[in-house]
């Protein structure tokens, strides 16, 4: 049983930055793409931004030039810095695996980020 745990959140003030970790034990990430989510308060989850085995990458228009995904794939980690935060970015931040279809993504608890002066 693959466990995700992320770490990271807190309160910011506007403009200020956060790493986010999430680390996989049990299992590797193995080949899959990697994602962060994030939900905020009556709102539903949306994809932050993902990455592949390889590298590639993609990001919602909101978080773009602000926010960088990353993945240690020797160390089962994946990371999210997030730069000149914003209010609008607090939310609940979710790690989670893309795994075929048959098998259902995995996630994990998530980390609260609030940004707020």
């Known amino acids: 049983q693959v466990v995700l745990e992320e770490s990271g959140g807190g309160w910011v003030q506007p403009g200020g930055s956060l790493r986010l970790s999430c680390v996989a034990s049990?299992?590797?990430?193995?080949?899959?793409?990697v994602a962060w989510d994030r939900q905020a308060p009556g709102k539903e989850r949306e994809l932050v931004a993902a990455?592949?085995?390889?590298?590639?990458?993609n990001y919602a228009d909101s978080v773009k030039g602000r926010f960088t995904i990353s993945r240690d794939n020797v160390k089962n980690t994946a990371y999210l810095q997030m730069n000149s935060l914003k209010p609008e970015d607090t939310a609940v931040y979710s790690c989670r695996i893309q795994r075929p279809l048959w098998q259902g993504d995995l996630w994990g608890q998530g980390t609260q980020v609030t940004v707020s002066s």
């Open positions: 990455i592949t085995f390889g590298g590639d990458t």
């Open positions: 049990g299992n590797r990430f193995d080949t899959h793409t």
